[in-house]
């Protein structure tokens, strides 16, 4: 079984880097510009953690077409000439993210109305681009963006929420530019591909209120939790004190396009090709899963058990890919992120079975607040673990999942990838 094993890990290892050098997904935006001419004034703004990839490929088609712009991304995979790199923090938004977020708001309110403006989204802006609503200090917010992160509350109810205590999401840069030619380009990290919650969608009209956003820290019994200012905004907007984000339908926003980016299918499905070229019948999701850790780790398991016990249509050697948003519901207070809670999650469940590896992997190449990017785990994991006297039901319910990875040698680290699909997972069985 440690040949297999073995084996096993060094396949996986290879998903990892063929993604990270563009083997399984590739952006191509030059499609998107073709009914740009190159003599008009182009100015490019951005937030997101693939959006300095996405201005760089704007770079390349426009050249000195581009006027200014201004792209905010945690990192700075390449060196730009025309656009402007601001960086700023994610999951949670520091003075960085502000200060980036004023600059480029300032800059968007002097694009001239007669000129284009490319505006790049993708996962990660919510924090990246954000500006505190009136009243609200960034301490306020960021507790609040954790709570909300930490509750089990799925991507669209967080950002329901954040929708409404920043001036710069729900449709509120849409609203600015609104006389402009807008073209967003708009990378997905979410399931559903949803144009309003990715990144907040600072530049669609929000169809949430701010009684769903009250009704979801109801749901999560956080409004309670959450600082008073907090409760006051979200009460002042629920009573018609503030104003609610742009809604759909009854904005005239004629020349404004939107392009959306699904790359985590397709991201499955070439993972699928490269592993029946590798000997493994595959079996690829239909589709997205967004659902709590703990049940897509129990269903990932469950899956890799059925094919050991010939209860399934497939055969072993076997590989199962599944791609998708989790929630954490958080009650320790150990250090991780959903990758690495899945992989030892799972560790768990195929303790002793036959050559079973998993990897769980965040495809910005950042998992949580933390430096890995996931974990790579096997079927002899926690009994490693347990001969070295770690419990891993400890570290489980203490959400310590990093540290355990840490211990065990089983932390993915690749840093920053420039890209920004949804989570990975591959089984590899037999």
């Known amino acids: 079984m440690k040949e297999k094993l073995h084996k096993q890990h060094l396949i996986l290892e290879e998903v990892v880097d063929k993604f990270i050098s563009n083997g399984f997904f590739e952006m191509n935006l030059s499609s998107f510009f073709s009914g740009l001419e190159t003599s008009e004034k182009i100015w490019v703004l951005g937030a997101g953690k693939a959006s300095v990839e996405m201005a760089y490929q704007l770079e390349e088609h426009f050249g000195s077409a581009i006027k200014d712009g201004i792209i905010i991304s945690p990192n700075k995979t390449h060196k730009l000439d025309r656009i402007q790199v601001f960086t700023g923090t994610h999951p949670y938004p520091y003075q960085d993210s502000v200060s980036a977020s004023y600059e480029l708001w300032k800059l968007a309110r002097r694009i001239p109305k007669e000129d284009t403006v490319v505006f790049c989204l993708s996962g990660g802006a919510s924090s990246l681009f954000c500006i505190p609503a009136n009243g609200i200090e960034l301490d306020e917010l960021r507790k609040t963006y954790k709570l ?3 509750s089990g509350a799925s991507i669209h109810e967080v950002n329901a929420v954040r929708k409404h205590l920043s001036e710069t999401s729900g449709g509120k840069l849409g609203q600015l530019l609104s006389d402009n030619n807008l073209i967003s380009i708009v ?3 979410v399931p559903g591909d949803d144009p309003e919650i990715i990144g907040s969608g600072p530049t669609v009209p929000d169809s949430s209120t701010f009684k769903a956003a009250f009704q979801i820290l109801k749901k999560y019994r956080l409004w309670e939790e959450v600082p008073h200012s907090i409760r006051i905004y979200l009460s002042k907007g629920m009573h018609g004190d503030v104003d609610e984000n742009p809604k759909p339908g009854h904005q005239e926003w004629k020349n404004h396009h939107l392009k959306v980016i699904s790359g985590a299918n397709i991201l499955a499905e070439n993972v699928g090709k490269f592993l029946v070229k590798k000997g493994f019948n595959t079996q690829v999701a239909s589709k997205a899963y967004n ?10 398991c469950s899956d890799a058990i059925s094919v050991l016990s010939k209860k399934s249509g497939l055969k072993a050697p076997a590989g199962l890919i599944y791609f998708g948003e989790s929630t954490v519901d958080v009650t320790g207070d150990g250090k991780g992120g959903r990758n690495q809670e899945l992989a030892l999650n799972a560790a768990i469940s195929v303790e002793g079975q036959h050559a079973i590896s998993l990897l769980s992997f965040a ?10 990017a996931g974990a790579i785990v096997n079927s002899e994991t926690t009994l490693k673990a347990r001969k070295l006297k770690l419990s891993p039901e400890d570290y489980l319910q203490q959400n310590d999942s990093y540290h355990f990875h840490e211990k065990m040698n089983t932390l993915l680290r690749t840093g920053h990838t420039g890209n920004n699909l949804m989570d990975l997972q591959v089984v590899l069985i037999g």
């Open 363 to 372: 495809t910005d190449g950042i998992d949580g607040p933390t430096d890995a």
């Open 148 to 150: 909300l992160l930490n």
């Open 187 to 189: 990378l997905s990290d």
């Open 291 to 300: 659902i709590s850790v703990k049940k897509i780790s129990k269903d990932i």
